[in-house]
């Protein structure tokens, strides 16, 4: 079955800090790979997806993710960390459907940056 | 990007009433369109995907008469749960296939909270 799995419930990094967050997947054929950014009481914000090309994808607000086909892994990661980044971050698989595609989520993980 | 807004952003109803939940693509046009349901602290989840002018395609285990999807216009689709229970109670966001110059994108909602009392 494809599947995100997202193994941290919760990051907790001190401001100033790198941050990681972790995504390992599980498709068949060639990944489509997402992260979102979700604020209390809003819907989902686009951060940076890969499709294909280079490893390193850099998105919004200084947010990178790598792509690592032998882990199957696509964590995210700044280099140093915004209390404003505090926030639930999904990562999400693309994937064929009938009639089109669709995307399937991670469980997500909410971010904590202590100032 | 794309913008998609979605129409109440919360609502508060009896149980047994039903609640329409609009979502609009802004200034595109948007032949599919996906309904997604988020639990609290919680992944969303997939209900359904409305295409323009057929059927819905529902997820398994999302109850087509309990949650109708209707997708008239290419810039509308309307999600309306009937008869509405406490256990409905959610975070409900819809988004929008795009394809363009960047290959095909997906924008999302701000999404509408339902409280079924």
């Known amino acids: 079955a494809q599947s995100v799995a997202q193994p941290e419930d919760q990051v907790n990094v001190a401001e100033g800090n790198p941050l990681t967050v972790k995504c390992t997947y599980s498709v068949s054929g060639n990944p489509y790979l997402f992260w979102y950014v979700q604020y209390p009481n809003r819907g989902l914000q686009f951060l940076l997806k890969?499709?294909?090309?280079?490893?390193l994808v850099k998105g919004s607000y200084g947010f990178e993710a790598e792509f690592n086909k032998s882990q199957t892994s696509f964590h995210l990661k700044k280099p140093s960390a915004l209390v404003s980044d505090s926030a639930l971050y999904f990562c999400?698989?693309?994937?064929?459907?009938?009639?089109?595609?669709?995307?399937?989520f991670g469980a997500g993980t909410r971010l904590f940056v202590k100032a | 990007g794309a913008v998609v807004s979605q129409h109440p952003s919360r609502v508060i109803c009896k149980s047994g009433t039903s609640v329409k939940i609009e979502c609009r693509s802004l200034?595109?046009?948007?032949?599919?369109m996906f309904w997604y349901r988020q639990f609290p602290k919680k992944s969303l989840m997939l209900m359904a995907t409305s295409n323009e002018g057929s059927k819905a395609t529902y997820e398994q285990g999302v109850e087509k008469d309990k949650f109708l999807i209707n997708h008239a216009s290419l810039t509308l689709s309307t999600l309306t749960v009937t008869s509405a229970h406490p256990e409905d109670s959610s975070f409900y966001i819809c988004?929008?296939?795009?394809?363009?110059?960047?290959?095909?994108?997906?924008?999302f909602g701000p999404g509408t909270r339902l409280t079924v009392l």
């Open positions: 890969y499709i294909t090309g280079d490893n």
């Open positions: 200034d595109f046009q948007a032949t599919t």
């Open positions: 988004s929008a296939r795009v394809t363009g110059l960047a290959g095909v994108e997906q924008f």
């Open positions: 999400a698989v693309r994937v064929l459907n009938t009639g089109g595609f669709k995307t399937i």
